[in-house]
């Protein structure tokens, strides 16, 4: 059973779309989470959510938008793509606490033409 | 966000070899230190953690280091393995904060 999954796994699309990422966690954390990872593999944090609170990250542009149904979900929306948009997408899970660690998802590997 | 700086960058060993990769930081509220393994197109793995009551951990072929007054860990990978190449990267965080950091990855070859 896969723990965090994530799709789809590629997504290519045309600058000024719209596109969602889903991700579902089956570990029954409390806590989830959004990175990016550039070409360089830096991984930034995007978003942290759980069931009371949702930290956004300052640098995070207002295109980008968590939504979360319910604790096992947290989907990813992201309005009028742009190129510097590519990346791979990280969804990833933890029990609440910060000393817990992380779960993640294989990503979604973005691609903005 | 507060930092967590890593080095190296990169890092090419031989079969066998030791491997050693270091982490530093600057908030001393951290309170649990793991470090990632991550293979190309998957997402990173829990490697190994440890926390600021021990010196240092060990699993297997790998150990973590830790330092409290220097505010600096690493990871040591004893005897490695090619199968051992992949990126690694250090994290850093406390029970009072949801956002891990993490430091910007090692990429670690290991040649046969």
């Known amino acids: 059973d896969t723990a965090v999954s994530q799709t789809p796994k590629y997504l290519v699309t045309q600058m000024g779309n719209d596109k969602s990422i889903k991700c579902e966690q089956n570990?029954?954390?409390?806590?989830m989470y959004w990175y990016k990872q550039d070409s360089k593999k830096f991984l930034k944090i995007m978003f942290s959510y759980n069931n009371k609170e949702l930290i956004i990250n300052e640098t995070v542009p207002n295109r980008f938008s968590p939504k979360s149904p319910d604790k096992a979900h947290l989907n990813l929306h992201i309005n009028s793509l742009e190129l510097g948009d590519s990346a791979v997408y990280f969804c990833a899970s933890s029990s609440t606490g910060g000393n817990s660690p992380l779960h993640f998802g294989n990503g979604t590997r973005l691609t903005v033409t | 966000q507060q930092q967590v700086k890593q080095s190296p960058q990169s890092l090419i060993v031989q079969k066998g070899g030791i491997s050693i990769i270091n982490c530093a930081y600057e908030n001393t509220a951290f309170d649990y230190f793991p470090w990632y393994q991550q293979f190309p197109g998957k997402g990173p793995a829990l490697l190994i953690a440890?926390?600021?009551?021990?010196s240092e951990k060990k699993e297997g072929r790998f150990t973590i280091s830790f330092n409290k007054s220097a505010k600096q860990f690493s990871l040591h990978i004893m005897d490695s393995q090619p199968g051992d190449s992949a990126t690694y990267f250090c994290a850093s965080s406390s029970g009072g904060s949801y956002i891990p950091t993490f430091g910007r990855g090692t990429s670690l070859i290991v040649h046969p």
């Open positions: 570990l029954g954390h409390d806590t």
């Open positions: 440890i926390r600021p009551d021990v």
